[in-house]
């Protein structure tokens, strides 16, 4: 038994299996991993040619081919080792840019309407496109350290209402004496929400002041009131149609989308 026993361990048959399960476990764990294939088509190499040729209206030389090849190459295993480590998942900048362009490839070209589908549109959405509530109103403006500005409110008003020439009074200011059917937001944009609410709650036609506003003191007569109306449609066919054609788009992605939800069990905790 003996005998045999050492036979066996000085067997090369031995030897030889023994080194064989050795190479193959030293393999198996220093191996490099399976790697990912990333193929570059030649439609792909065309495409990019093409998409530079455009550009800079030239032939491409080999030498820019192949930088072409290489920056496609190295853009797609940047792209891939992003998704890997979650990054369009937790960048919200790169998660807002993913959700536009899905949302792009949603979206259907729309046809555009003829003038009685916008006709009926614009009646349709009426509500939306209602003016606001405006004032017209004239008002003599001066600069808060103005050496014209009245000593005597009451005199000065009396001076007004005579009819004096408002551009012989006061400042100069870029938006002048007179203004327009100017909305609240308007006013306040320009003069201050103070003063807006001031010319918005004014009786008409009798001259106030001092008025203050950020950009100074005002002497101020509202000359119109003038309630929400809906425009002419002919002033209002452009924006329409521009308007028709997002609106038409967003609805068909909503369907598109609302598909999609179907695939999804969607939970909202509280819900």
Known sequence: MKQFSKSLLNSPILHFILLGTVAFVAYTQLKPPDRETITVTTQTIDALVQQRESIIQNPTTPEERQSLIEGHIEDEVLLREAYKRDIDKNDYRVRKRILTIMRSS???????????QLRKYYEDNRGRYMTSSSRSFEHVYFSFNSTKLPKDAKAFIRQLETGFDLSKLGEYTLMGNQLTEVGFQRTAASFGKPFAEAIFEMPLNRWHGPVESFKGIHYVRVTAAHEPRLPPFEKMESYLRTDYL????????????????????????GK
């Open 106 to 116: 949603l979206s259907e070209v729309v046809p555009e309407p003829s003038v009685q």
């Open 246 to 269: 997002l609106t038409k788009g967003r609805e068909s992605q909503v369907r598109k989308i609302k598909a999609l939800m179907k695939k999804y069990e969607i939970v909202v905790d």
